[in-house]
């Protein structure tokens, strides 16, 4: 797809390693400062398909950013700066080895594991006749492992303890703040018309104090329903409409693919990458609350070089 940002290869002046991860790729410079940037790639079932989503890292970029800011009572977090629609320069921190899963309704892969008669999710107990995208009588937190590469596994806090990954101490204050973050998304989606289904958030740690890192709310780390229709779709037991990367991934699995050794993905034509983008760029404005300003494309890599360089001369 042209104008699609999916590689990068900088050299920034006091630049220490670089990252590329399965969406984000982020600078380290120096000791203390991290350059992410969101490109407009896309991973489904911890796989990064072929093609790119236009405009998609401005989206994610832009609603974490916000979510960020309107979160920032409840714990401090990494961001510093966005420089760049794409971009946002924060705190560089020792990671946590777990991502905290919250989830409001059993619905995705909970629902998957469900519905093949599993009753227990991440150490949690869950009560036999409960159907697809019913609610939780409240949130439950099902962490998985962070992994480098590969996949990220389902652990339960029993286990995160027991194997060191993190303190008893520190885990307990990761839930609260997990709780917290969860029911503030919770209330500003609401405002919106839309229902914060659920979502994962990663913490860091730098001088001894826990911060949120990385992105928040956004469509790749949460799905959203329509509050309007939710109970009319539920009890007729048809499929929600929503807000997230859900519908990429059903659309992956009628076509054969769910990240399994063997399969393939599927064509990713232009028509298909623009109509994602289309759903992406529907949750910025449902969201946020405002239209969404295309940034310019034609020379993006220049454009980020250029801004990121900005930013790092002035600090």
């Not at 480098?148 to 990954?165: R, T």
């Not at 990240?259 to 990713?268: A, C, K, S």
């Given at each position: 797809m042209k104008n699609t940002l999916v590689t990068t290869d900088y050299n920034f002046s006091g630049q220490t390693s670089v990252y590329h991860g399965k969406v984000r790729d982020v600078y380290s410079i120096g000791e203390d400062t991290l350059v992410m940037i969101a490109t407009d790639r896309i991973s489904a079932f911890d796989v990064v398909l072929p093609q790119g989503i236009p405009y998609k890292g401005q989206v994610l970029n832009q609603i974490a950013a916000k979510f960020l800011d309107a979160t920032s009572d409840i714990v401090p977090n990494w961001k510093l700066a966005t420089p760049d629609p794409m971009v946002t320069v924060g705190?560089?921190?020792e990671q946590y080895k777990v991502e905290m899963v919250i989830r409001g309704y059993l619905t995705g892969s909970a629902w998957r594991e469900y519905k093949k008669g599993a009753r227990t999710l991440c150490g949690v107990a869950?009560?036999?006749?409960?159907?697809?995208?019913?609610?939780?009588?409240?949130?439950?937190?099902?962490?998985?492992?962070?992994?480098?590469?590969?996949?990220?596994?389902?652990?339960?806090?029993?286990?995160?303890?027991?194997?060191?990954?993190?303190?008893?101490?520190?885990?307990?204050?990761?839930?609260?703040?997990?709780?917290?973050?969860?029911?503030?998304?919770?209330?500003?989606?609401?405002?919106?018309?839309?229902?914060?289904?659920?979502?994962?958030?990663?913490?860091?740690?730098?001088?001894?104090?826990?911060?949120?890192?990385?992105?928040?709310?956004?469509?790749?780390?949460?799905?959203?329903?329509?509050?309007?229709?939710?109970?009319e779709l539920f009890d007729k037991g048809e499929e929600q409409r929503q807000l997230s990367k859900e519908f990429v991934r059903?659309?992956?699995?009628?076509?054969?693919?769910?990240?399994?050794?063997?399969?393939?993905?599927?064509?990713?034509?232009?028509?298909?990458?623009?109509?994602?983008?289309?759903?992406?760029?529907?949750?910025?404005?449902?969201?946020?609350?405002?239209?969404?300003?295309?940034?310019?494309?034609?020379?993006?890599?220049?454009r980020l070089k250029k801004n990121i360089t900005e930013y790092l001369e002035t600090v």
């Open positions: 705190l560089k921190c869950l009560p036999d006749g409960m159907k697809e995208d019913q609610k939780f009588p409240s949130p439950i937190i099902t962490p998985t492992t962070k992994e480098d590469v590969g996949h990220d596994e389902n652990i339960s806090k029993e286990e995160i303890i027991a194997q060191g990954l993190v303190s008893k101490e520190e885990y307990e204050q990761l839930e609260k703040y997990t709780y917290a973050l969860f029911q503030r998304g919770t209330e500003i989606a609401a405002q919106k018309g839309l229902i914060l289904v659920d979502t994962k958030y990663e913490f860091g740690k730098r001088d001894g104090k826990i911060y949120l890192i990385d992105e928040i709310h956004t469509p790749d780390s949460s799905r959203y329903f329509y509050a309007d229709t939710y109970q059903k659309w992956l699995m009628e076509n054969g693919f769910q990240g399994r050794d063997g399969e393939q993905v599927p064509e990713m034509t232009e028509e298909y990458c623009n109509s994602v983008s289309e759903r992406y760029i529907e949750l910025y404005e449902k969201i946020v609350g405002e239209p969404f300003v295309k940034a310019d494309v034609s020379d993006v890599a220049i």
